[in-house]
C-alpha cells in the first residue's frame, strides 16, 4: 500500500477530517487528536498493510506505522489540506472545569508527556549522534591515532559537546513550537541561561545575586533539560497575559522583551534553582537506587521497558535520561536501554533467518535493524505483540542481559545505544576501559540468548499470529 493509500484509509477510519482535532507524530507513530474517540475502527486501523498497531495513550489515538512515519504523516497533513489548521506544534490536551480531579490529574499527565514528546523529539538524533562522535574521538585517542591536544580534536569535540551546551536554546525553540508561544523568545531565555555572565556567576564561591537586598542562587543552566521546559509552560501564560493587556501598535516591540525579562527573571531566580535541585537530586536517586542493587534494578528496568513502550509510557524516561548524561556524565538507565534493544533484536534476527513466510520474513528483518539502530516500536508492534512466546522469552533474555549489565555497572556515555551506538559506551576521558568490554559481554551475551530461546522455543511457521486467530 502506498503512503498516499494509507493515509487516505486513516483518515477514513480515524472518523474522517471533521473528527481530527490535530496530527502530530514521533519516530514511529503518527498521533492523532480526536474529537470522538468513538469514532475511530481500530479494527480496520490495525488490518491496514503498514500498519503495526494502535494504541491509546496521552489523549491520543497512536497509530504505528513504524520507519516511514515521516511519509506517512506528511501524506496526511497533505490530504487533511490545512496545515494551519493541523499544525503539528499542536496537541497540548486542554482541561475542562467541569473534570473530576482524577481526569484533571489524567489531562495534565497527558499535557506534561505531550510537552515532552514535542520538544525532545526533534533533538533526540542530534543527542545521539553528538554521543556517537565523542566516543569516536575517545577511541582514536586510546590507539594513539588523534592526539587530544590537537586542533582537530579540539574543534570536532567543540562541535559535539555544543549540542549539548546550548541544550536550553534548542529545547526553548522546540518546546515554544509545540506550546505555541513565539519560540525566538524561548530560544533568548535558553541562551540568557547560558551566558558567560550567568556561567561565570554560577562557578563563583559565592554563587548568587543580590536585588533589592535580597540574595538569590544562580545555577549553571549549561546542557540544563527541565528549567526551559518549565519556562516554555510559564510562557503561555505570560503571552496570554500581555495580549490583554499591551496595545496591538506597540505589541510587537514591547511584548517580545517584556516576556524575555519576565521568563528570565523567573527562572533565574526562582524556577531554576527549584528545578536544578530536584533535576539533581533525581539524577542523584536513580543513581543511589542502581548502586543499591545494580543486578536487581538492570534485570526489571530491561523487563519493564518494552511494556512502557507498548502504552506510550516511555517517554517520560527520555529528560530523566538526558538529566543523567548532563548531570552525571552518564546514565546506567540508558546502558539497560541499550542492552533490551539487543534481547529485542536477537528475537526479531532469529525469526528473521528461520521463517519461510516471505512478508514475515521481511518485517522481521527491517524490525531487526531499526532494533540495533535504537527504534523498538517496529519490532515490538510488528513481531513480539503477534506472537506472545516470542515476547515471554524476549522479557527472559532481558531480565538475564539487565542483571548482566548491572553486575558489570554498565554505563552509557551518550545517547545512543544499540550497535549503532557502541561509541557511545567509550569513556570520552579515559577511552576504552572495562565499560566497552562490559558493553560487548552483556549486549553480545544477550542477543545471542535471546537467538537461541527463540529458535529453539520461541517460533515455528506453524504459529499463527494474534491478529490472525
Not at 470522538?36 to 496521552?58: F, H, P, R
Not at 510587537?252 to 519576565?262: A, D, K, N
Not at 559506551?425 to 553480545?444: Q, T
Amino acid at each position: 500500500m502506498s503512503d498516499k493509500q494509507l493515509a487516505e484509509y486513516m483518515i477514513e477510519y480515524v472518523g474522517g477530517r471533521n473528527n481530527i482535532k490535530n496530527v502530530i507524530h514521533c519516530i514511529t507513530r503518527v498521533r492523532f487528536y480526536l474529537v470522538d474517540k468513538e469514532k475511530a475502527d481500530t479494527n480496520k486501523i490495525k488490518e491496514l498493510d503498514g500498519v503495526m498497531g494502535v494504541v491509546e495513550a496521552q489523549g491520543q489515538y497512536q497509530v504505528v506505522v513504524g520507519n516511514k512515519v515521516n511519509a506517512v504523516y506528511e501524506e496526511v497533513m497533505r490530504q487533511l489540506n490545512n496545515d494551519q489548521a493541523f499544525d503539528s506544534t499542536e496537541g497540548v490536551v486542554e482541561n475542562d472545569s467541569n473534570c473530576d480531579f482524577l481526569q484533571l490529574f489524567r489531562n495534565g499527565f497527558n499535557q506534561f508527556i505531550g510537552i515532552i514528546t514535542g520538544s525532545m523529539m526533534p533533538v533526540i538524533g542530534l543527542l545521539a549522534g553528538a554521543g556517537i562522535i565523542k566516543g569516536l574521538q575517545a577511541s582514536l585517542v586510546t590507539f594513539d591515532l588523534l592526539q587530544d591536544s590537537s586542533q582537530s580534536y579540539l574543534l570536532i569535540n567543540t562541535i559535539a559537546d555544543g549540542i549539548f551546551y546550548f541544550l536550553p536554546v534548542i529545547l526553548g525553540f522546540t518546546a515554544a513550537q509545540k506550546l505555541k508561544v513565539n519560540p525566538i523568545v524561548l530560544a533568548v531565555v535558553g541562551a540568557i541561561l547560558i551566558h558567560p555572565n550567568i556561567v561565570t556567576i554560577a562557578s563563583s564561591t559565592a554563587a548568587k545575586v543580590a536585588i533589592f537586598g535580597i540574595e538569590f542562587p544562580i545555577m549553571n543552566y549549561t546542557a540544563s533539560v527541565f528549567p526551559i521546559l518549565v519556562a516554555a509552560w510559564l510562557a503561555t501564560y505570560v503571552e496570554k497575559f500581555l495580549k490583554k493587556i499591551v496595545p496591538l501598535v506597540i505589541s510587537s516591540i514591547v511584548s517580545p522583551i517584556v516576556e524575555v525579562l519576565v521568563l528570565s527573571l523567573a527562572v533565574l531566580l526562582i524556577i531554576g534553582p527549584i528545578i536544578t535541585i530536584i533535576s539533581d537530586g533525581l539524577a542523584f536517586a536513580i543513581s543511589t537506587i542502581f548502586d543499591f542493587n545494580t543486578i536487581i534494578g538492570g534485570a526489571v528496568y530491561c523487563a519493564l521497558f518494552p511494556v512502557l513502550v507498548v502504552f506510550g509510557m516511555h517517554w517520560p524516561l527520555i529528560p530523566i535520561i538526558v538529566n543523567d548524561l548532563t548531570v552525571n556524565g552518564f546514565s546506567m538507565m540508558n546502558a539497560f536501554s541499550s542492552v533490551l534493544m539487543m534481547g529485542i533484536a536477537g528475537a526479531t534476527c532469529s525469526i528473521a533467518l528461520k521463517t519461510k513466510k516471505a512478508q514475515l520474513k521481511q518485517v522481521a528483518f527491517a524490525a531487526t535493524l531499526s532494533q540495533i539502530c535504537g527504534v523498538g516500536e517496529p519490532a515490538i508492534y510488528g513481531i513480539l505483540l503477534k506472537y506472545k512466546k516470542v515476547f515471554y522469552l524476549v522479557t527472559l533474555s532481558n531480565i538475564f542481559g539487565g542483571a548482566l549489565a548491572g553486575f558489570l555497572h554498565l554505563v552509557n556515555y551518550g545517547f545512543a545505544g544499540g550497535v549503532i551506538g557502541f561509541a557511545s559506551f567509550i569513556n570520552p576521558i579515559a577511552g576504552i576501559d572495562n565499560n566497552f568490554y562490559a558493553y560487548l559481554l552483556s549486549h553480545i551475551g544477550t542477543f545471542l540468548l535471546s537467538f537461541l530461546l527463540t529458535w529453539l522455543f520461541g517460533f515455528n511457521d506453524k504459529m499463527s499470529a494474534a491478529d490472525e486467530l
